[in-house]
Each structure stands twice: as structure tokens, then as C-alpha cells.
């Protein structure tokens, strides 16, 4: 399988963060974000890693695109930090901040690699957070429009896909129910409200994007895992459609249909923790939108047990696994593709992340990465099945360029095709996997 087996307008690229790659956390006027102050907080990421210096892409970004022109990628997906431009979220523009990413892009162009940028992955100005409470106010939804607006108004003219926001599940449910994710709290009711906000400010961003923008697509890149009962009975199947419901339908079926997933939203009624949606919230959530960007990683396993809160639980699957646990499974791509562009709205798709971590050595100068190559390997045929079964895919950016901070997991799980030696003043080493990349490009 080469390039060739893709349509010649394929979009192939590597996918970043702002907070897992800049550094310069506090340079050039940047204010601090829900991860800059989570991050310093004693216990909360792996042996106290903070995103401070990261792989210090803010100075050399210049590097990085290099190689990334090298491979022969022709886009980037990368997000824009919010506070990097508004250090408190709102009022105050820093021009500095501006001006990086104006030259980012610019540089990116000038080697013939488009743009995709997301608004939002995860670094909320922790002003904020601190003022209003963050997505757990309504009045989040203004101020995310706003920024929203003042990107589009500064970029809209080279950059032409933009994605709105990364994984809205993680920066509610980790961040508000399981507490791994900054702000770090634990309250059901309290993450779906935080979801309906997310929901919120996405449409109003697309909203703001048709106003300000007449040529490019907006989209939601969302978490997408591949569900499937534990067994053929009537009970686990209905144990998958509630994790179904939860993981994947909650922020796909909403903006589409403008209705939260029935039977997930009746076992939340129940308990008193639907979130409380006022007139014209579903209009807005329902905001059109061009593409859904598709973060695939891996499966989970849905079994009934009628004694949890939801009557599911999940349970492990004998796959081999990455080194974050998970297993590998490049035949949900394929499955998940086509449920998502069948149950979706038959909607243009992209792999927005896709990738996995290994346990990589650098070995004289060379990382052989052969478990990681393997992985990307088989996800890229599976992807091309679900494009011969019809689904309408149109790009594939893997997670990740370079090794970075793996938010709780700071700097122990390498997701990059490129190493970052964190000893050695954060110097890039090509693993094998990039160049398997690239010659899959090339050829
Ligand atoms: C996704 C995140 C991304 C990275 C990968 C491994 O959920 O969007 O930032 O952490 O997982």
C-alpha cells in the first residue's frame, strides 16, 4: 500500500497541541492556562512534569516544519493556545502572540502545507477559570465566540479548515468527572453541564465562522472509540448502545439532530443529572458543520451489570496493547468510519489523531520504533477499506509529530514519530516510523 492508493487530493499530515508542544508557557506575554496552574499543583501529572519548556516548539517552529515538509506531509493539524493571544481570555490582545502564530502558518504555506487548526485543546486561560468558573458557566460561550472571531478574522485568509474544538468527552468527563484533566474535579452533573457549554460555544464558533469567513470548512474533532458488546445477548447490546451513547453519540448525534441520545439521557434524568437546556441551545449546538474530525485510537467492551450506576460497565479485551493500555485494533477504524459516516450525516470525514505509544529507545542515534510503523500500517489499510466501503474520508493526520507532554502522563508515554530527547535540550530524532512515513509518501 502506497500514497497512490489514496486519492491524489488525500490529505496526509501529523497532528500537535499547544500546551503538549510550545513551551514558552510564560513568555512573550502569554497569560497561564487550567494546565499551567494544574500541572504546578503537587501530585496531579506523572513525577511532577509541567508543560513549561514542552518540546519547546515556540522557538523552534521553524524546525519543525522542516520536518514535516521532509516527510512530505501536506498538512498540519495544530491548535492555537487562547491565552497565548488573550492572557486573560478576554479584553487584552497580546500582538506577540499573534504575530507566532501568523509566522507558523506563513511558514507552513510557504512549503506547500496546509493549515488545520483547532481553537480549543484543552488550555483554557485559567483567568477564566478563575473569574467565571470556565466552561462551567454559561457566559463561556460569548468569550469562546469572541476569540473565536479574532482568529478567524486574523488567519481566515490563508487558513481554510479549522476545527473548533478537541474532544469536547475529554475536556468535560477527565476534567470533571474522572479528574484527570485540569481543573482536576469529580461531579457527574456538573461535567454534563460542562459538556452543554462545550456544545454551546462550538455552535457559536461555527456561527461566528460563517459570518466572518466565506471560503473554508469548519468541524468537531471528536473521541471515537470503537464500542462492542461483550457477548451476542440482548443485555450487552444494550449496554454498548448506552456506551455508545456516552463516548461518541453525545457530541456527534447532538449537533446534528439538535437532541441528546434518548435512553443515555433517561438513566441521567433519573439521577437529576441532565444538563438544563434553555430555548435556543439546541439551535445553536445544531450549527451546521462541514467535516467531523475523527480521533481513533482504539476499542472498548460493553458488558451489562445491572448493580453500576449506568447498568454497564467495560471490560478488558485480549488484544495486544500500546503502551498506554490500549488495544490495537486498526479493524475499528474501518467500523468506526463507517458507522460514523452512516449514522452521522454522511458528512466528509478526517482521522484528526490516530496513532500510539511505544515504549522508544533511542539506540545510537536511531529509534526503531517497529511496533509503532506496524500500527500505522495496518490503520492506514483499514482507513482505505472504509473508503472502498464508500465512507467519504478525506485526510488523515497521525497523533503525533514529535514525543510531547501526554497531559497526566507528562513526559513517559511517547506518542511522536519523531523522538524528542528531553535530555539533550529537547533535540528531534526521526524514529523509523517517520521514515516508513515518508516513503509511503514518496513512493
Ligand atoms: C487524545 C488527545 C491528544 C493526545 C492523544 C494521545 O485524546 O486529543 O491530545 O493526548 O489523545
Not at 228 to 257: H, I, M
Amino acid at each position: 500500500m502506497t500514497r497512490k492508493d489514496f486519492p491524489p487530493d488525500f490529505i496526509w499530515g501529523t497532528a500537535t497541541a499547544s500546551y503538549q508542544i510550545e513551551g514558552a508557557d510564560s513568555e512573550a506575554g502569554k497569560g497561564p492556562s487550567i494546565w499551567t496552574a494544574f500541572s504546578h499543583a503537587p501530585g496531579k501529572i506523572y513525577q511532577g512534569h509541567t508543560g513549561d519548556l514542552a518540546c519547546d516548539h515556540y522557538h523552534r517552529y521553524k524546525e519543525d516544519v522542516s520536518l514535516l515538509a521532509s516527510l512530505g506531509a501536506n498538512a498540519y493539524r495544530f491548535s492555537i493556545s487562547w491565552p497565548r493571544l488573550f492572557p486573560e481570555g478576554r479584553g487584552a490582545r497580546n500582538q506577540k502572540g499573534f504575530d507566532f502564530y501568523a509566522r507558523l502558518i506563513d511558514v507552513l504555506i510557504a512549503n506547500g502545507i496546509q493549515p488545520f487548526i483547532t481553537l480549543y485543546h484543552w488550555d483554557l486561560p485559567l483567568e477564566l477559570q478563575k473569574s467565571i468558573g470556565g466552561w462551567e458557566s454559561r457566559d463561556i460561550t460569548a468569550y469562546f465566540g469572541d476569540y473565536a472571531e479574532a482568529v478567524f478574522s486574523s488567519y481566515g485568509d490563508r487558513v481554510k479548515n479549522w476545527i473548533t474544538l478537541n474532544e469536547p468527552f475529554c475536556s468535560s468527563h477527565l476534567s470533571y468527572l474522572f479528574g484527570e484533566h485540569a481543573p482536576g474535579k469529580s461531579d457527574l452533573k456538573e461535567s454534563f453541564a460542562v459538556a452543554h457549554n462545550l456544545l454551546r460555544s462550538h455552535g457559536e464558533a461555527v456561527r461566528r465562522f460563517r459570518s466572518t469567513i466565506k471560503d473554508g470548512t469548519v468541524g468537531l474533532s471528536n473521541v471515537s472509540q470503537w464500542v462492542e458488546p461483550a457477548s451476542d445477548s440482548p443485555e450487552d447490546g444494550e449496554a454498548a448502545k448506552l456506551l455508545n451513547q456516552f463516548f461518541n453519540d453525545w457530541f456527534y448525534v447532538t449537533p446534528l439532530k439538535g437532541e441528546y441520545p434518548v435512553d443515555f439521557s433517561q438513566r441521567l434524568d433519573k439521577i437529576g443529572a441532565m444538563p438544563e437546556i434553555q430555548p435556543e441551545d439546541m439551535e445553536l449546538i445544531m450549527e451546521p458543520v462541514d467535516f467531523w474530525g475523527v480521533n481513533y485510537y482504539s476499542r472498548i467492551i460493553a458488558k451489562a451489570d445491572p448493580k453500576s450506576e449506568f447498568g454497564y460497565n467495560t471490560v478488558p479485551g485480549d488484544l495486544e496493547r500500546t503502551a498506554m493500555g490500549w488495544e490495537i485494533y486498526p479493524k475499528g477504524l474501518q467500523l468506526f468510519l463507517e458507522r460514523a459516516y452512516r449514522e452521522y450525516g454522511e458528512k466528509p470525514l478526517y482521522i484528526t489523531e490516530n496513532g500510539m505509544a511505544e515504549d522508544d529507545e533511542l539506540e545510537e542515534g536511531s529509534v526503531h520504533d517497529k511496533k509503532r510503523t506496524i500500527y500505522l500500517r495496518d490503520h492506514f489499510d483499514a482507513a482505505s477499506k472504509a473508503m472502498n466501503n464508500s465512507v467519504d474520508l478525506k485526510g488523515y493526520f497521525v497523533w503525533s509529530l514529535m514525543d510531547n507532554f501526554e497531559w497526566a502522563h507528562g513526559y513517559s508515554k511517547r506518542f511522536g514519530l519523531i523522538y524528542t530527547d528531553y535530555e539533550n535540550n529537547q533535540r528531534r530524532i526521526p524514529k523509523d516510523s517517520y521514515y516508513w512515513f515518508r516513503d509511503f509518501l514518496r513512493r
